[in-house]
């Protein structure tokens, strides 16, 4: 059994020129976009805390991407012209996909000593609210030190 099913549907049928987000089995994401039939991915991102391998494969970063549409250069890598057995290697490196690739991902910024923003995978606004920093600071308590300013829903 494929421990690639998504992205082995996503690169057979394409992505109709959108990112198709693809949710790994430890909880990272990344999200691609492809043509039907090609060995190759045209645009690959990488969500926070998701590294690329130090391959020829993906060597070609787009750093300017983010910041010229408005993001930030802390966003994510993203890469251009990635061979979708990579992006599988990469994939079956964080033990494949997960079984639920239908849950959403919730951008949640933080007000601490200084503004903190970060992605969580999420059912709702108020369950993505109620996770847990790495650090383990609860973001759904508010103390005198730590608040939330918003959480949005990241565009697919």
Same mark, same amino acid.
Do not use: C
């Given at each position: ?38 060995? &190759?991915?045209?645009?690959? @991102? ?7 391998? %130090?391959? #020829? /494969?993906?060597?070609?970063? =787009? ?49 601490? &000593?200084?503004?903190?923003? @970060? ?7 108020? %369950?993505? #609210? /109620?996770?847990?920093?790495? =650090? ?21």
């Amino acid at each position: 059994m494929s421990t690639t099913p998504r992205l082995d549907s996503l690169a057979a049928g394409g992505t109709n020129g959108a990112f198709e987000r693809i949710r790994l089995a430890d909880g990272h994401t990344l999200t691609l976009k492809t043509q039907a039939g090609s060995a &190759t991915a045209e645009e690959v @991102f990488l969500f926070g805390g998701l590294d690329a391998p %130090d391959t #020829e /494969a993906w060597a070609d970063q =787009d750093d300017w991407e983010a910041w010229l549409t408005g993001g930030s250069l802390d966003d994510g890598p993203l890469y251009l012209e990635v061979p979708v057995q990579a992006v599988r290697e990469l994939i079956e490196q964080h033990g494949g996909e997960h079984a639920d690739q239908d849950r959403r991902t919730y951008r949640v910024t933080i007000l601490r &000593t200084e503004r903190i923003e @970060f992605a969580v995978e999420a059912d709702s606004r108020e %369950d993505a #609210e /109620a996770r847990y920093l790495m =650090d383990g600071v609860e973001v759904a308590s508010e103390t005198d030190s730590t608040s939330i300013e918003s959480v949005t829903l990241d565009q697919e």
